[in-house]
């Protein structure tokens, strides 16, 4: 089952802020974050663990609510390179799947 | 390394066709997965195959057939071709089952007339 993101599309003028969210109704071993630029294959941005453990890089930061089965992403004084459309992916703590949401997409302008 | 290559790049099959493509990694990476990518609807997987022999179906595994012989390749092969079937399709692999980042072919794009 694909988890759920919001919001759907986002603006930003470079410097500014923005949260995107990503919901699931199953409980979770991981959550996820890939960005993807027109035309490109996604890529990976980070991975949150169950239990706490972060993998990742780039100044893009994120949290992982295991009880409430929630991510969220932050990016923070965004730059046009920032770009792009994000999915988060979760994998189920009792299977091996993972599954995509439909995308948030981010427009940076200057 | 070359990474995750895919081939074609760029398909057109005509309705009832029948077609392989093609997912090979470099990477000896365990897990291997498809995806198909519509406008509106994110990346949904196919099927999915946590090593050789040993192959899953994702959420929307009609119409399309896998199989895993060697840890390298990954093809998927479309039985029978419908407009439906007209996407972009993504072959990922990752280090581990579970909780690896995935890492993602150029992408197949897939017309059906």
């Known amino acids: 089952q694909q988890p759920v993101q919001s919001p759907q599309a986002v603006i930003l003028r470079e410097g500014e802020d923005a949260v995107i969210n990503c919901s699931s109704s199953k409980a979770l071993y991981s959550v996820h974050w890939y960005r993807q630029k027109h035309g490109e294959a996604p890529v990976f941005l980070m991975i949150l663990l169950k239990g706490g453990e972060q ?7 994120a949290s992982f609510n295991e009880k409430k089965q929630q991510s969220s992403l932050y990016l923070t004084a965004s730059q046009l390179s920032y770009s792009g459309t994000y999915f988060c992916g979760t994998e189920g703590s009792n299977d091996y799947k993972l599954s995509f949401g439909a995308g948030t997409t981010v427009t940076v302008r200057a | 390394n070359a990474g995750v ?24 990476h365990e897990y291997m997965s498809w995806y198909r990518q519509d406008p509106g609807m994110g990346l949904r997987l196919i099927h999915y195959s946590v ?5 899953d179906q994702g959420e929307v595994p009609n119409g399309y057939n896998v199989s895993r012989s060697t840890t390298e390749d990954f093809p998927l092969r479309l039985l029978s071709a419908a407009p439906s079937q007209t996407s972009v399709y993504f072959c990922a692999s990752s280090r581990a089952d579970r909780g690896y980042e995935q890492y993602f072919g150029p992408g197949t794009r897939l017309t059906v007339t």
């Open chain 2, 51 to 55: 090593g050789a022999g040993i192959t």
């Open chain 2, 5 to 28: 290559t895919q081939t074609p790049k760029f398909q057109v099959l005509k309705t009832g066709q029948s077609m392989t493509l093609q997912c090979a990694q470099d990477m000896n």
């Open chain 1, 55 to 61: 993998k990742g890089h780039e100044k893009i930061s």
